[in-house]
């Protein structure tokens, strides 16, 4: 079965900083890959995805992810974080099985930004 | 453009009772999408509905239930309430087979307390 691990539960940057988040998949096919971002008590808002073509993408807010299909990875990375960026971030892969579409969450990175 | 609408925000309730949570898609979107999301950990898929036909279910008992109505929108349903029935229930929505390729969009969430 298909697994997303984010293998940061928690990282604590300085406003400024440079951020990488890590995550992993297990998937046999190209995947479908997401990541969402989610303030405290709120839903959850698409930063970006991924499915085909350049394996670089940009999303909103700054950020951009790399798919790696040899590291079976997609990290999210900005290269300076902002007090407002503080939230809890999850990567998704999504999955079409017959013919009803879904996603699986990894377990999520809180991000906390130090002024 | 209204996105996704869910009621009510927050909810509490005695175990063994039933609760009945509700989603209004975006506007143009005829998918439906549940989600769990316990403390602390990403979002899990509950089940998902399209044409008013439930098309894909996750790994939850048959206390969780739901239904979809000709204008898309949709209840989920859960019964005999249990402690760890607590957690934020998202409802995601999206248009035909686009929601894996373009992402979700995601309503803010009801925040269920079994007490």
């Known amino acids: 079965a298909q697994s997303v691990t984010q293998p940061d539960i928690h990282i604590t940057v300085s406003e400024g900083a440079s951020l990488e988040l890590r995550c992993n998949y297990s998937?046999?096919?190209?995947?479908?890959l997401f990541w969402y971002v989610q303030s405290p008590g709120q839903g959850l808002q698409l930063l970006l995805k991924?499915?085909?073509?350049?394996?670089l993408v940009q999303g909103i807010k700054g950020f951009e992810a790399e798919f790696k299909r040899s590291q079976s990875s997609f990290n999210l990375r900005k290269p300076s974080v902002h007090w407002s960026d503080a939230a809890e971030y999850f990567c998704?892969?999504?999955?079409?099985?017959?013919?009803?579409?879904?996603?699986?969450f990894g377990q999520g990175t809180r991000l906390t930004i130090n002024p | 453009d209204a996105g996704v609408t869910q009621s009510p925000t927050h909810l509490i309730k005695t175990r063994g009772q039933q609760v009945t949570l509700r989603c209004s898609p975006k506007?143009?979107?005829?998918?439906v999408s549940w989600y769990q999301q316990a403390l602390g950990q990403g979002p899990q898929f509950i089940f998902q509905?399209?044409?008013?036909?439930?098309?894909q279910r996750g790994n939850f008992p048959d206390r969780f239930s739901g239904h979809q109505f000709p204008n898309y929108s949709s209840e989920l349903n859960v019964n005999a309430l249990l402690l760890g029935d607590s957690a934020l229930y998202l409802c995601?929505?999206?248009?035909?087979?686009?929601?894996?390729?373009?992402?979700?969009?995601f309503g803010s969430g009801t925040r269920l307390t079994v007490v």
């Open positions: 995601a929505s999206s248009g035909g087979t686009e929601g894996v390729t373009s992402g979700y969009t």
């Open positions: 998937y046999g096919a190209t995947p479908y």
């Open positions: 991924y499915f085909s073509g350049d394996t």
């Open positions: 998704a892969v999504g999955r079409i099985i017959q013919g009803a579409q879904k996603l699986v």
């Open positions: 506007s143009g979107h005829d998918t």
């Open positions: 509905y399209y044409e008013e036909e439930e098309r």
